[in-house]
């Protein structure tokens, strides 16, 4: 490991809850939870291995179309991680954002992702995103949408500048994207950022992915050559 490039910023769509349980003849929702713990694993392991930044897909626009007990399920997962997890995570100096149009979420579990937010807006230790009630395209809408409503002349827009009005503003691209569970695409995660973004697929399902697969992804990561198109 001595010798890796690591990834400044991984962005990773966890892929696979529902298929595990299934696999392991458990309830859907028991693929969430033990999804839940995943992560929690992997951000531990992110600040241990210096990473900057680690982006993770965690409720897209299109999940809203899943069963009304999955959608609540989830979006108190959201709250569960706010209230067990926050004091930690403040602790450890992690800051903390979730992107997105939370404008769909209840007042309620808005202001508890406010609350955390304004909490870590200050700490350098690792930056995690929570990309929720999110989508690719919708971000790069309303990027636009801003761009317009403040006046910026369009002969004058650069992507440097179109960047500043993405919800990842102020953050580097994604290095590395890994997405587990076997499907091979991003799914409107990330659309713009992960252009020169390195791509990592693994059939793994998400809640059996170790902080030791992770390390293996990074390896990979610093085998490979980016050229950026030169």
Same mark, same amino acid.
């Given at each position: 490991?001595? /010798?890796?490039?690591?990834?400044?910023? %991984?962005?990773? %769509?966890?892929?696979? /809850? +529902?298929?595990?349980?299934?696999?392991?003849?458990?309830?859907?929702?028991?693929?969430?939870?033990?999804?839940?713990?995943?992560? *929690?694993?992997?951000?531990?392991?992110?600040?241990?291995?210096?990473?900057?930044?680690?982006?993770?897909?965690?409720?897209?626009?299109?999940?809203?179309?899943?069963?009304?007990?999955?959608?609540?399920?989830?979006? =108190? &997962?959201?709250?569960?991680?706010?209230? =067990? +997890?926050?004091? +930690?995570?403040?602790?450890?100096?992690?800051?903390?954002?979730?992107?997105?149009? &939370?404008?769909?979420?209840?007042?309620?579990?808005?202001?508890?992702?406010?609350?955390?937010?304004?909490?870590?807006?200050?700490?350098?230790?690792?930056?995690?995103?929570?990309?929720?009630?999110?989508?690719?395209?919708?971000?790069?809408?309303?990027?636009?949408?801003?761009?317009?409503?403040?006046?910026?002349?369009? /002969?004058?827009?650069?992507?440097?500048?179109?960047? /500043?009005?993405?919800?990842?503003?102020?953050?580097?691209?994604?290095?590395?994207?890994?997405?587990? *569970?076997?499907?091979?695409?991003? *799914?409107?995660?990330?659309?713009?950022? *992960?252009?020169?973004?390195?791509?990592?697929?693994?059939? %793994?399902?998400?809640?059996?992915?170790?902080?030791?697969? &992770?390390?293996?992804?990074?390896?990979?990561?610093?085998?490979?050559?980016?050229?950026?198109?030169?």
């Amino acid at each position: 490991m001595e /010798n890796e490039t690591l990834p400044k910023h %991984i962005g990773i %769509i966890m892929d696979g /809850n +529902r298929r595990w349980a299934k696999n392991n003849d458990l309830p859907t929702l028991e693929g969430h939870a033990e999804g839940e713990r995943t992560l *929690s694993d992997i951000v531990d392991h992110c600040k241990k291995r210096d990473i900057k930044v680690l982006t993770v897909f965690a409720f897209s626009t299109e999940n809203w179309k899943r069963t009304p007990d999955e959608v609540k399920y989830l979006l =108190d &997962l959201f709250s569960k991680l706010i209230h =067990d +997890r926050a004091e +930690r995570l403040i602790q450890e100096k992690v800051k903390v954002q979730f992107i997105g149009d &939370l404008s769909g979420f209840s007042p309620i579990l808005r202001k508890e992702m406010l609350d955390l937010m304004e909490q870590t807006k200050d700490h350098t230790v690792l930056t995690f995103n929570l990309a929720v009630n999110y989508g690719g395209r919708a971000e790069i809408l309303n990027a636009i949408r801003r761009i317009d409503e403040e006046g910026i002349d369009m /002969n004058t827009l650069t992507e440097e500048v179109f960047s /500043n009005y993405l919800y990842t503003a102020g953050l580097p691209d994604p290095d590395l994207v890994i997405r587990t *569970s076997g499907e091979q695409r991003l *799914s409107n995660f990330l659309t713009w950022q *992960s252009v020169y973004s390195e791509l990592y697929f693994i059939d %793994i399902h998400w809640p059996d992915f170790t902080p030791e697969e &992770l390390d293996k992804a990074i390896e990979a990561y610093s085998l490979r050559q980016r050229r950026f198109g030169k």
